[in-house]
């Protein structure tokens, strides 16, 4: 199986978008605990990335952080 889920919104809310997302992985992680992945697209650029491990890894991981930061400061006003 897989668990595969979407988060919208018009304009990123800082760390509560990030907040949103972790627990959408968390809660979506039962459904799928072989690999994960996350797409972030910011009106400009799609920017995904991969891994073969279970998100509750993958939320912790550098890469995750770096992207999310940088999704985060791109869409800032």
Known sequence: ???IFGY????PIGNKTKDIVDQLFLLSESRGKE???C???DGNKINYF???IP???LIKSP???KEFS???NSNES
Do not use: T
């Open 50 to 52: 991969k891994a073969p």
């Open 39 to 41: 797409v972030l697209n």
């Open 63 to 65: 890469i995750y952080k």
């Open 8 to 11: 919208n919104s018009v304009r």
């Open 70 to 72: 940088n999704f985060l």
């Open 55 to 57: 998100a509750s890894e």
């Open 35 to 37: 690999a994960s992945g």
């Open 1 to 3: 199986m897989c668990g």
